[in-house]
């Protein structure tokens, strides 16, 4: 097969041919040649000169990743559509006719005030509580937990055991009044001619498809970066192949950031073999520890499925731990080195979100390219790139610069407010393992003042530099 790929190599090319019917799952460590493997399963699946063959569908989580797939891709797979799930979800409902225009809520500004107008239209009600007090963050996080794992009734709601994002939990009296929060949003938003939102949807989605008695438009789905789908994506993909198709789940739970936890039959799934991928086939050796290093801090400790990389084989520069005056001359140095190398290799800025992203955007305009939901083309080779941790997701760069590791920048601390110091280490933490491991042979990280303590304190995974 032509195109941008590596060859399958050792155990990655037992994966080409597992099962064609049924419910597969692949668990691998970052690095691992997950994505090439589910691009090559696509082929498998799609030939049309084999017996299983039918029309494939490989879904991603954000549309960077689509662009880079897309890139990856060789001509030869005319019978494989790559998207992302919501891109999936919307066509659907469309084709149902149940997709009207404008209807789905997707500005996070706008979600973010029918929440808030629904806090305080069910905080009339009652009594004064400080569970009204908490966070607007606190209820949308929540109302995301509550749609992603498909829970449809205050009962329902009241009765599972784990709530809240990775471990914040909430007590079950007043799980009734959260859900009437939920409840209320829903009228509010509906009542703007808002049906969806981009959590909810797969509920709506999932519900379509077991009441449609109609030939399955694909027979076979791949699933990529699996770990961010939530259950109900993932419930909504069983039901839309055929009896003898199959759905295909790339994963990596060290990866998982948006907070999901799921048995896979909680998820819909009967899994009846996982393939686990240990040897890193990206990252050196010495950034391959790092990224080991992090998986087993305290924060990593509970996740199940965590896959243990097997460190590779590769040499290469202990990670560059730089120690600098203030955030302004970590900026400096950032450009500076990214500049520097971008000249023989690809080069990535990554930070923390869309605020952070700005301070290197208005000085890299035009010279490099940004990471972001509507990047349509990628320029492979040498380059600078930069972007959120969250949009460097199943990509890799030769070179990975990471600014801004102060204390008091990770953990979040808006986050810490509104989830508490546990889960702002958890999700940040993993944030920062998606960070660090996407560096194939070099990672320059940057910080001043106090050093976050997501990462290990180990000094002899880091070469200290002071600028």
């Known amino acids: ?4 790929l590596p060859k399958p190599i050792k155990k990655q090319r037992e994966v080409l041919y597992m099962p064609v019917a049924g419910h597969t799952a692949v668990l691998g460590t970052a690095g691992s040649g997950k994505t090439t493997l589910a691009l090559y399963r696509a082929a498998y699946l799609s030939e049309q000169s084999m017996p299983h063959s039918g029309r494939t569908l490989l879904l991603t ?17 005319q019978n494989v559509q790559v998207e992302t799930y919501h891109t999936f979800a919307r066509g659907y409902l469309n084709a149902r006719g149940k997709m009207g225009y404008n209807c789905i809520c997707s500005d996070p500004d706008l979600r973010k005030e029918y929440i808030f107008q629904a806090v305080k239209a069910v905080e009339s009600s009652y009594e ?7 966070p607007i963050e606190f209820f ?3 109302i995301q937990w509550i749609f992603s794992h498909g829970i449809t009734s205050s009962d329902e709601y009241v009765e599972v055991e784990r709530v809240g994002r990775i471990g914040t939990n909430l007590s079950r009296k007043l799980r009734p009044v959260m859900y009437e929060i939920l409840e209320k949003y829903v009228e509010i938003r509906t009542g703007k001619g808002k049906m969806y939102d981009w959590d909810d949807i797969a509920i709506f989605v999932r519900r379509e498809f ?19 789908f939530s259950p109900e994506m993932i419930r909504s993909l069983a039901a839309a192949i055929p009896e003898d198709g199959s759905l295909s789940f790339f994963g990596d739970v060290a990866q998982q950031i948006y ?33 080991l290093a992090i998986s087993r801090m305290a924060f990593f400790l509970d996740i199940p499925d965590l896959v243990e990389p097997t460190s590779p084989r590769a040499d290469g520069a202990l990670p560059t731990l730089v120690e600098c005056v203030d955030r302004t ?11 520097s190398a971008a000249k023989t290799l690809s080069v990535a800025i990554l930070v923390k979100d869309r605020a952070q992203e700005k301070v290197f955007s208005s000085t890299l305009e035009g010279e490099a390219t940004r990471l972001h939901r509507d990047l349509q083309v990628w320029n492979d080779g040498p380059g600078i790139y930069h972007g959120t941790y969250h949009a460097a997701k199943g990509l890799e760069f030769d070179m ?31 944030l920062l393992y998606v960070a660090a491991t996407r560096a194939k042979t070099n990672l320059i990280l940057l910080y001043s003042g106090a050093l976050t303590p997501l990462l290990p304190t180990d000094e002899s995974l880091y070469q200290r530099v002071k600028p």
């Open 1 to 4: 097969m032509k195109g941008n």
């Open 61 to 77: 989580f954000n549309k960077t990743l689509v662009t880079y797939l897309k890139h990856l891709k060789p001509n030869e797979l």
């Open 128 to 134: 004064p509580s400080k569970f009204f007090m908490r």
């Open 140 to 142: 949308m996080d929540e």
């Open 210 to 228: 077991e009441e449609d008695t109609s030939p399955r438009h694909y027979k076979h789905i791949i699933v990529d970066e699996g770990q961010d």
């Open 259 to 291: 907070g999901q936890r799921m048995s896979w039959r909680s998820a819909g799934l009967n899994i009846l073999q996982q393939w686990f991928f240990k040897e890193n086939y990206r990252n050196t050796k010495q950034i391959a520890q790092l990224g």
């Open 329 to 339: 001359q970590q900026v400096k140095i950032a450009l500076r080195a990214a500049r």
């Open 400 to 430: 990975v610069i990471v600014p801004f590791l102060d204390a008091d920048n990770l953990p979040d601390q808006d986050y810490i407010a509104s989830h508490g110091e546990e889960d702002a280490l958890t999700h940040d933490g993993r």
